[in-house]
Structures are given as structure tokens and as C-alpha cells.
């Protein structure tokens, strides 16, 4: 899938398959993940020309490029592909984990030689989402998107936070993007911790049955 060439100020987001590393121990698991994401790739950002998506291996980068909405509509957008992004591959029992942040992006489709693709990406922006995935702290978690507080103006944050679904933290805003209701936020961590929970007792018990 093609893209113009963009340089601009804007949301962008970086997302990646969750225990991708695993799967492709497993060799076939790994082909099959990725091909779920790219299927939801296409179906998704197929329907939508104010964001645009750039796909390799287990991750994508995506940016609202629609410089004629205001900071809150581009958020809404990238939210939006988000949602139905981590929706259709859930389906196949995929997660994701996606990092939002602010500022200064560029993309640039170039042709250097025939048969050759070179598709370099600059940006804080798109820096500090895949520096908040792989270090950020809290560590992000599977399912988890978050956006980036810090480089937002005030006025930019003042919509983020007035968003449906989204929860202010110290360091980021969290989107829940699973829950119909903001009201569900509560009950949706309270069962995601305890998930948590029962896989560390089970590693326990494991250990003493050994032990």
C-alpha cells in the first residue's frame, strides 16, 4: 500500500505484535501472527485516508496525516484505527501493544535504484513511541496503548484527556480501547491484574512442586 510523502506535526503510534519473539520459535505461529496484522492492516487504514500506516515484520507505524484536523480529530482518528486494529486481530487471538506520542514526523518514499525500495522515517515523535515500547516505565503491557504526555502542549492535552475511554497516569494517558463504556475501566484492570496474578502463582507452585 502506497503513501505520499508527508513531513508534519501529528499523532503517531507505534505497534507491535506482543510475544512475537516467542512465536517464532515456533516458525509457523510467527508467519501466521504477521499475516493477521497485515490483513487487519489492510481491511482498516483501507477505509480511512486521514491516517496512514507503515507495516514491517511484527510492527507498524501509524501517523494522522490530516493536516486540516484540529489535534483533537487526529487523535480521534488514530484512535479509532487503533481500536479496530487490535479488534480484528484479537479475533485470532493476537494482542498488540501501542504507543502514542506527539510532535514531529516525516516519511519519505524513495526510488534510489530499479528494484530497490528506501523508505526512511525521521521524528521525535516516532522516536519516542518505539523508545516508550521497548524502555518506557511503567513497562507497557499486552493489549496496553498509551499516549505519550510528555512534549504535548497544554492545549493538545486538554482534549487528549477529554477523550472517551482514556485515563490520565503520571507519565501517559491510557486508551481502553476493549471497554464500550468508560465506567468499565475499573472492572477491565481489576480482571487484567488479576490475570496477572494467576500466572505468577502458577509459576510458584510450579517452582515448589519442584523444589
Known amino acids: 500500500m502506497s503513501m505520499e510523502d508527508f513531513s508534519g506535526t ?21 508467519v501466521r501472527a504477521i499475516d493477521t496484522l497485515y490483513n487487519a492492516r489492510f481491511n482498516v487504514l483501507a477505509n480511512t485516508s486521514d491516517v496512514n500506516g507503515l507495516f514491517i515484520s511484527d510492527y507498524g507505524i501509524l501517523f494522522s496525516r490530516n493536516q486540516n484536523h ?4 487526529q487523535l480521534e482518528v488514530l484512535l479509532d484505527v487503533v481500536c479496530k486494529l487490535n479488534q480484528q486481530v484479537l479475533h485470532n487471538d493476537i494482542m498488540l ?18 528494484g530497490i525500495n528506501k523508505q526512511p522515517i525521521y521524528g521525535n ?6 523508545l516508550d515500547i521497548e524502555k518506557g516505565v511503567p513497562r507497557i503491557q499486552p493489549e496496553q496503548c498509551r499516549i505519550i504526555k510528555h512534549g504535548i502542549p ?22 481502553y480501547w476493549m471497554v464500550k463504556e468508560s465506567e468499565n475501566i475499573t472492572e477491565f484492570k481489576s480482571g487484567y491484574q488479576d490475570s496477572y496474578n494467576l500466572k505468577y502463582a502458577g509459576m510458584l507452585n510450579a517452582i515448589k512442586r519442584h523444589t
Open 10 to 30: 501529528c499523532f503517531v503510534a507505534f505497534t507491535d505484535i506482543s510475544g512475537f519473539k516467542t512465536m517464532m520459535k515456533e516458525g509457523e505461529r510467527a
Open 70 to 73: 484540529n489535534q483533537r480529530q
Open 154 to 175: 497544554m492545549e493538545i492535552f486538554s482534549t487528549v484527556t477529554q477523550q472517551a475511554h482514556i485515563e490520565n497516569a503520571k507519565a501517559h494517558c491510557y486508551y
Open 97 to 114: 501493544t501501542t504507543s502514542i506520542a506527539w510532535g514531529e514526523f516525516s516519511y519519505h518514499n524513495r526510488i534510489e535504484f530499479p
Open 125 to 130: 515523535a516516532y522516536v519516542s513511541a518505539f
